[in-house]
């Protein structure tokens, strides 16, 4: 009922925002905002030939499309954000590689410490697109002024790299700073005492502990090693450098100027804008008097159909890429995480559907709720039994993320993804001390000794303590019984790999969690081959995205507001104390998600950032 009220909220006043734009523009307004909503959707945007296609490495890039809310919600504060899925950006770069009118690629890093926090396992993918469209003998340029070892990753493919004349590039390595909440939870008088299995099971050391542990220091210093690692072998191929001069670089310069960029053989040019721009026009035969390079932009570019061009397909024959991206949660969710019952009724949906033959779902989680995860990973289990289910991990597939891809036919990831974190746990927090400090205290009358065993008031007593941990213990095995059967090993192997331990992508092979190495794209092939559906198919996305009537509304804001020269809010980049307290911000939020009904939880360490 709540979200129906939502929803409805969200119609009404969508329509009532589209009659107050049409009222300002009049009779007039509205027929040429109909007649540029429906010409747009049946054309698409004019592609002149010998043009450039622009990528802005500030673009946000997720998993899966917006929801209607995540629209609804920045038509409404003005914010206009530039963000596209992951698949659209592959796809529309893999059209351009096609399409004879575009001679190549732009990339623009100015702006991208704006960017989101796309991972490297996304980047990876996208990656690999660009890589496919220079081998196809178009040329791919890609300047910045500010590089940092995420943006250059994707930046290093081009054949001509630009930095500008007073541009800085980090070139220092990778990094994990993980926040320690434990003395100021000491400080302030709030209790904290923990359940747990698994010795690497790092999400609860911020809560108990002022740093790492040896054993999480251990696995983090291992996933740092192998992105890192991966990071060196792939800069290296592009740019025709050793991994160790690399390492060399970072452990001896770390910030080089655009000179020593460019004597290290990590820049081809240095140059200013209009040099690049001048060159750029060269490429696409514009007249000299034109003020800028012939171009269109990622997001104009990813309109055009591509049926054309062979990329887009027509079939009955449905393969379901359904995305689980954020954190696991008890009941529906919101936008933003992954509601396990919503999610459990999207794969019992796919199951009875006939013309769905095959489901790849998306992974990009870190797990949350060990209850949710369970329901998941039942419907999991029976949609196999009915059509193949493959796994796609992204960026993060660990612990409840890793819990709902044991049962699938197959699994794949990217050498970077971040996956396993087999364990579970428990925070339990009270006030007794804060309270007490301040004049507050708790008396308590009960008809069994663990009637008030939910309480706050107070710590919980070893016996009570025992209870927390046997519920603990059995989701555990629970966890390891389901990956041994859902994985074919043998039990004791994944105790013995379990313990919570993180891993990387390409670790994970090589102890049998994951079956290959590859992007969403390559899960999807596999997956039609698997169904035995040849070049007959097409992809549906789940959850489906906003109807047309949220999609016009936006648009028509968007005329209005540029029609009326109001201007979008811009993002700022953060000085570095605002970032750190942004970080505790995230943390907060982490727990306020946090709704297991028993209080258990499979998830990946709290704060675990690559840097």
Do not use: H
């Amino acid at each position: 009922m709540r979200n129906f009220i939502k929803q409805t909220f969200a119609s009404l006043v969508g329509t009532l925002l589209g009659l107050i734009i049409f009222a300002g523009l009049g009779t007039t307004g509205l027929f040429l905002l109909i007649l540029a909503a429906s010409s747009s959707k049946d054309t698409g945007p004019n592609v002149k030939n010998k043009s450039v296609l622009v990528f802005d490495l500030s673009m946000k890039i997720t998993d899966g499309e917006p929801s209607s809310g995540q629209l609804f919600q920045n038509t409404i504060s003005g914010v206009d954000e530039d963000r596209m899925a992951l698949r659209k950006v592959v796809e529309t770069l893999e059209k351009a590689r096609r399409d004879p009118r575009i001679v190549g690629i732009y990339i623009d890093a100015t702006n991208a410490s704006q960017a989101g926090n796309v991972g490297y396992a996304s980047l990876k993918e996208i990656r690999k697109a660009l890589e496919e469209f220079r081998a196809a003998g178009k040329k791919i340029v890609a300047y910045g002024s500010d590089w940092s070892e995420k943006e250059y990753y994707v930046s290093s493919v081009a054949d001509s790299i630009v930095l500008n004349p007073l541009g800085m590039m980090e070139v220092n390595g990778l990094s994990s700073q993980p926040m320690f909440l434990a003395g100021a939870l000491q400080k302030y008088g709030i209790g904290v005492q923990v359940v747990r299995v698994g010795k690497f099971k790092g999400a609860v050391e911020p809560f108990i502990l002022n740093k790492l542990s040896p054993e999480n220091r251990e696995q983090t210093q291992k996933l740092l090693d192998d992105v890192w690692g991966e990071w060196r072998t792939a800069i290296g191929a592009s740019r025709k450098i050793e991994p160790n001069k690399l390492q060399v670089i970072a452990d001896n310069q770390s910030l080089l100027e655009a000179t020593q960029a460019k004597t290290n053989g990590l820049v081809d040019l240095v140059q200013y804008p209009d040099e690049v721009v001048a060159d750029l026009k060269k490429l696409t035969n514009s007249d000299k008097e034109d003020k800028t390079f012939r171009q269109i932009s990622l997001n104009s570019y990813a309109q055009v159909s591509g049926k054309s061009l062979g990329v887009e397909r027509n079939s009955k024959n449905q393969i379901a890429v359904v995305y689980a991206e954020g954190e696991i949660v008890d009941g529906k969710g919101e936008d933003g995480q992954v509601g396990g019952d919503r999610f459990a009724k999207i794969f019992n949906k796919l199951r009875q559907d006939k013309d769905v033959k095959a489901v790849v779902l998306r992974i990009n989680s870190p797990g949350g709720s060990a209850t949710a995860a369970e329901v998941m990973q039942r419907e999991v289990k029976l949609t196999r039994e009915v059509k193949p289910v493959v796994v796609s991990m992204g960026d993060v597939a660990a612990s409840g993320g890793y819990w709902i891809a044991s049962d699938s036919n197959r699994i794949f990831a990217e050498p970077n993804t971040i996956t396993g974190s087999i364990g579970v746990f428990g925070l339990l927090f009270n006030g007794e001390k804060l309270a007490n400090n301040n004049g507050i205290t708790w008396d308590s009358v009960k008809t069994a000794r663990y009637a008030d065993s939910q309480t706050v008031s107070r710590p919980k007593s070893p016996q009570e303590l025992e209870i927390y941990q046997r519920s603990v213990n059995r989701i555990y095995n629970m966890f390891l019984n389901k990956v041994s059967q859902g994985r074919k090993l043998p039990e004791q192997k994944v105790a013995e790999i379990a313990q919570g331990r993180v891993w990387s992508g390409v670790a994970a092979k090589e102890i049998g969690l994951v079956d290959e190495i590859g992007g969403l794209n390559t899960a999807i092939a596999y997956t039609a081959k698997q169904a035995k559906l040849g070049d007959d198919w097409e992809v549906q996305e789940y959850p489906r995205t906003s109807s047309f009537g949220e999609r016009f509304f936006g648009r028509a804001t968007e005329e209005a507001r540029t029609a009326f020269g109001i201007e979008s809010a811009q993002l700022k980049s953060a000085n570095p104390l605002t970032a750190e307290f942004q970080k505790l911000q995230q943390e907060v939020e982490i727990l306020q998600k946090m709704n297991d009904p028993q209080g258990v939880y499979a998830r990946l360490p709290f704060n675990l950032k690559i840097e």
